[in-house]
């Protein structure tokens, strides 16, 4: 994956207003967002989306792709087709393209409101994760935080050094 041009941090709760839409303070939309508004919405975990620059999904997504299709080409998957099938079905509904309404407003499409689970009128919490930007359930994050909070301090450590 190529370096992130931005290294996107903060915290924010927004509310999902009553058409499913969210609006992103302009400093995290401009950072996954490409020059016609566009960025790519993607499934991560029960109770999490996470938005991507359009060019940095596709690298990332793309190299994975090459990878096992060369797997395939060289017979190393024969054994291993129930998983392929499982991956593909994943990589086939994990993610989608979306146009940021006036730059900044993202409209939350169906499918992926289900794996938020977070109804109209509620809030998020929106969570800059240096390459990308998350969309939070409010408890799906403070438990979240409970499990990796106490590892910053070796996690930092171990990523500068």
């Known amino acids: 994956m190529p370096e992130p041009d931005i290294f996107i941090q903060g915290e924010l709760r927004r509310t999902i ?5 969210i609006t992103l303070p302009v400093e995290m939309a401009q950072a996954i967002a490409d020059d016609e508004g566009n960025t790519i919405i993607a499934k991560e975990r029960y109770g999490c989306l996470s938005l991507w620059k359009p060019s940095d999904w596709t690298a990332r997504v793309d190299s994975g792709v090459e990878v096992i299709k060369s797997k395939i080409k060289a017979g190393m998957m024969a054994q291993r087709w129930s998983e392929v099938q499982r991956l593909g079905r994943l990589l086939s509904t994990r993610s989608r393209t979306v146009q940021l309404a006036n730059r900044s407003r993202l409209l939350l499409p169906e499918g992926f409101r289900e794996l938020l689970d977070v109804p109209a009128t509620q809030d998020v919490m929106l969570v800059g994760a240096v390459v990308c930007v998350e969309i939070w359930k409010l408890d799906a994050w403070l438990e979240t935080q409970k499990q990796d909070m106490p590892e910053f301090g070796t996690m ?3 990523l500068v050094h």
């Not at 207003?17 to 839409?21: A, K, V």
């Open 156 to 158: 930092f450590k171990e």
């Open 17 to 21: 207003d009553d058409r499913f839409r």
